[in-house]
C-alpha cells in the first residue's frame, strides 16, 4: 500500500504544484503518456473530469486556484444534498473546492472538514480558504484510511474520485462508517468498473494516479459498503471516463439504530 500512496501523492503535490503556476491540474500523466492513455483522459471536463462538472452558479465566488485544483469526477456536495447546521467531511479534499461548497450549504452553524495527505495541497487549500472569507472550514492531514476524527463526528462524508486511489478501500468504508453518526449519510462521486472487468483488465487500461486501475466494480463497491455496516447502498453511473470505467454517484447510510451496524 505505501508504494501506491506515495506514487498518489506524488503526482498530487505535482498537480499542486502546477496550481501554483496558474495551470490546471492534472489527475493523470498527460504529459508523459500518449494523448489516447487512460491516464491523459482523467484531465479536464471534456473528458469528464475537473471544475466543468460543477454548477455555473456554484463556482461564482470561489477561488481561482480551487477551480483550477479540481480533479474529481463529479459534484459530491449536490450527491449529498447538504443541509444548514450539518458537520460534513471531504475525504481527499485536494485544493478545497468541495469543502468550500460544503461550508456555503452548510452556513456559518454547520462545519466543513477536508482530509489530505498531501501538503502541497494542504497549503493551497488554506490559501484557498483565506481568499474564499470561509471560516466554517477546517483542513486536516492525515490518510483516509485513518481518520483523525473521533467516532460520530459528521453527518455526511463527501469525496470526489479519491477512493478509487486507496490501496486498501475496506479500511476507508470502515473509517466513513465509524466517524459517521448514527443516521448519517455518504455521497461520493467516483470511479467505478464495469463488473465485466477482471482486476487485471482494469490494470492495463490505466494506472493508480490515472484514477482507473484502482477501481472497484460496482458489484464491489456495494459489498464493500455493506460489509461496513452501511445500508441503503445505491451507485448510479453518470457518465463512462475510459472505456468499461464510469463516473458514478455513491450514496449510502449508517443505520440510526446501533444494534443494526455492523462496522462498530
Known amino acids: 500500500?505505501?508504494?501506491?500512496?506515495?506514487?498518489?501523492?506524488?503526482?498530487?503535490?505535482?498537480?499542486?504544484?502546477?496550481?501554483g503556476e496558474s495551470k490546471a491540474?492534472?489527475?493523470?500523466?498527460?504529459?508523459?503518456?500518449?494523448?489516447?492513455?487512460?491516464g491523459a483522459r482523467c484531465c479536464g471536463p471534456e473528458q469528464g473530469f475537473g471544475a466543468g462538472l460543477y454548477e455555473q452558479d456554484d463556482q461564482k465566488g470561489l477561488p481561482e486556484a480551487a477551480l483550477l485544483a479540481s480533479l474529481g469526477c463529479g459534484d459530491p456536495t449536490a450527491v449529498a444534498e447538504l443541509k444548514e447546521g450539518e458537520k460534513v467531511l471531504d475525504l481527499g479534499s485536494g485544493g478545497g473546492i468541495d469543502v468550500l461548497l460544503s461550508a456555503r450549504r452548510v452556513g456559518p452553524t454547520g462545519k466543513a472538514y477536508g482530509l489530505d495527505m498531501t501538503e502541497e495541497m494542504l497549503a493551497l487549500a488554506n490559501a484557498n480558504k483565506k481568499k474564499s472569507g470561509l471560516d466554517n472550514v477546517e483542513f486536516l492531514k492525515g490518510f483516509i484510511e485513518s481518520i483523525p476524527l473521533p467516532a460520530s463526528?459528521?453527518?455526511?462524508?463527501?469525496?470526489?474520485?479519491?477512493?478509487?486511489?486507496?490501496?486498501?478501500?475496506?479500511?476507508?468504508?470502515?473509517?466513513?462508517?465509524?466517524?459517521?453518526?448514527?443516521?448519517?449519510?455518504?455521497?461520493?462521486?467516483?470511479v467505478v468498473a464495469s463488473s465485466e472487468l477482471s482486476v487485471e483488465q482494469r490494470a492495463e487500461r490505466g494506472s493508480y494516479v490515472g484514477?482507473?486501475?484502482?477501481?472497484?466494480?460496482?458489484?464491489?463497491?456495494?459489498?464493500?459498503?455493506?460489509?461496513?455496516?452501511?445500508?441503503?447502498?445505491?451507485?448510479?453511473?453518470?457518465?463512462?471516463?475510459?472505456?468499461?470505467?464510469?463516473?458514478?454517484?455513491?450514496?449510502?447510510?449508517?443505520?440510526?439504530?446501533?444494534?443494526?451496524?455492523?462496522?462498530q
Open 1 to 19: 500500500m505505501s508504494d501506491v500512496r506515495e506514487e498518489v501523492r506524488a503526482r498530487y503535490a505535482e498537480a499542486a504544484r502546477a496550481v
Open 25 to 38: 491540474a492534472c489527475c493523470g500523466p498527460a504529459n508523459r503518456e500518449a494523448e489516447d492513455s487512460a
Open 153 to 190: 463526528t459528521v453527518d455526511a462524508i463527501i469525496s470526489n474520485c479519491v477512493i478509487n486511489l486507496s490501496a486498501d478501500k475496506d479500511a476507508v468504508f470502515r473509517e466513513m462508517h465509524r466517524v459517521l453518526t448514527p443516521g448519517g449519510r455518504i455521497g461520493i462521486s467516483d
Open 211 to 263: 484514477c482507473i486501475a484502482g477501481a472497484l466494480s460496482f458489484a464491489e463497491y456495494e459489498a464493500g459498503l455493506s460489509r461496513a455496516g452501511f445500508s441503503e447502498i445505491s451507485l448510479t453511473p453518470t457518465h463512462e471516463v475510459a472505456d468499461g470505467f464510469f463516473a458514478a454517484t455513491v450514496k449510502a447510510t449508517k443505520p440510526a439504530s446501533i444494534g443494526r451496524t455492523r462496522g
